[in-house]
């Protein structure tokens, strides 16, 4: 069970995939825009209400970009998210009662544990971003920089209890008309926490490693590749990519500009202030250039395109992370909100970026400079190679395949 945006459902279709092919019976429960993202993978999908672009899109998803702070935006996508959730919450209870096991992802977790719960499923997470407070470093979802060990455990757990009060309407409506009986969330998650409720993240310890202040069931296993639909590059673009030297990528995923023309415009005056030509995703933002040197395409997959492109620009969400990481290519992450400031500042870390060049901030000037640096310095590139080399030998679905075989079995 997930929700959200792209990012927040390709890479269990992936995970979803591994796990059918050790024998199980898997079914995706989200959008019914993502159901196209399963083609091919063996996975079922159980669409459930919503539509997490026109929401970002609509006025109350626009207000999001005039909160100056992580802390606000969080408050602001916890009011949009809780008028959501009574919707899907019914979808969620019946795809769960024709399942033998609920794997819950981060997004809807409190929800997904308190259904399994209610029908006596055995359940565990599935998260990709480090939810759980940790005095190692900033609640990611609050997009701070590190606010001592104190304050980073802190930020933490508030962020823990403001996911709980996304479902909280969700969780009632559920014991109301449909009998479930629930607890409330938050003595749920206490009992969670206090029996050591398994939790699987996906992502790799090379990016971050596990917190030793993590109670035991929190595990990082690796990342979960999103599943490949067959097919290759479209034509156009192939033809682009042969008719010149390697381009850089530019993309902001599933994230919304609040003026796509100006950044549009930025992007390409920051690539030819660097030389360079460039592939730019329309994407949520709706970003889009006609140039010789810049084309302009829609869904590609990331593990076609980026290994073939001189730097990667992306919004910095934990799969693209994961995705430029997995094709050894320099990148200049250009964060929105939420989570893409914390692995922004990761890639930086670990010398794959040069620079963060935050949304609110991107101009010609900050951009080309930055873009110069990754192509330019071949550091950035072999560290870049040397990650993806090291990505390549794990495996996350391993681990989850095994635990979920205890799991089946209790």
């Known amino acids: ?147 001592g060990p104190l304050g980073n455990r802190i930020g933490g757990d508030a962020v823990v209890a403001a996911v709980d009060h996304v479902f909280t309407r969700a969780v009632r409506t559920l014991a109301a008309d449909h009998g479930l009986p629930v607890r409330r969330l938050s003595a749920a998650r206490r009992d969670r926490e206090r029996q050591g409720w398994p939790v699987w993240h996906g992502f790799s310890e090379l990016v971050v490693p596990r917190p030793r202040d993590w109670r035991p069931g929190l595990e990082v296993c690796g990342y979960w590749w999103p599943h490949d639909t067959g097919g290759g590059l479209p034509a156009e673009l192939e033809d682009f990519l042969r008719a010149g030297p390697a381009p850089v990528y530019v993309g902001l995923g599933s994230a919304t500009a609040p003026d796509p023309r100006r950044v549009s415009a930025d992007i390409v005056a920051a690539l030819r202030a660097a030389g360079l030509r460039g592939v730019i995703q329309q994407g949520w933002a709706g970003l889009s ?73 991107l101009d010609a000037a900050a951009l080309g400079a930055a873009l110069r640096r990754a192509v330019t310095d071949p550091a950035y590139r072999d560290r870049a190679r040397r990650i993806a080399e090291r990505l390549a030998a794990e495996d996350g679905v391993a681990p989850v395949a095994a635990a979920l075989e205890g799991l089946a079995c209790r």
Do not use: N
């Open 289 to 361: 250039a006609a140039q010789d040197d810049v084309i302009t395409i829609g869904e590609v997959p990331h593990s076609l395109l980026f290994p073939r492109m001189a730097a990667v620009v992306h919004h910095a969400g934990a799969g693209t992370t994961g995705a430029v990481l997995r094709a050894g290519v320099p990148c200049v992450p250009v964060p929105v909100q939420f989570d893409a400031h914390f692995w922004a500042s990761r890639l930086v870390e670990l010398g794959t970026a040069p620079a963060v060049v935050p949304l609110r901030r």
């Open 1 to 147: 069970m997930t929700a959200g945006s792209r990012g927040d459902v390709a890479p269990y279709t992936g995970l979803g995939a591994g796990l059918v092919r050790a024998g199980h019976e898997v079914t995706l429960v989200t959008h019914g825009v993502f159901a196209p993202l399963v083609a091919g993978s063996g996975v079922r999908l159980r669409a459930v209400p919503g539509d997490p672009k026109a929401e970002l899109h609509s006025t109350r998803g626009r207000d999001l970009h005039r909160s100056r702070t992580g802390a606000a935006k969080l408050l602001r996508a916890v009011a949009l998210a809780r008028r959501i959730a009574p919707e899907m919450a019914p979808g969620l209870l019946r795809a769960a009662r024709e399942a033998d096991v609920v794997l819950a992802g981060g997004t809807v977790a409190p929800l997904a544990h308190a259904i399994a719960q209610g029908l006596s499923r055995p359940s565990m997470g599935l998260f990709l971003q480090p939810l759980h407070g940790t005095r190692a470093f900033p609640a990611p979802m609050l997009g701070t920089r590190s606010l």
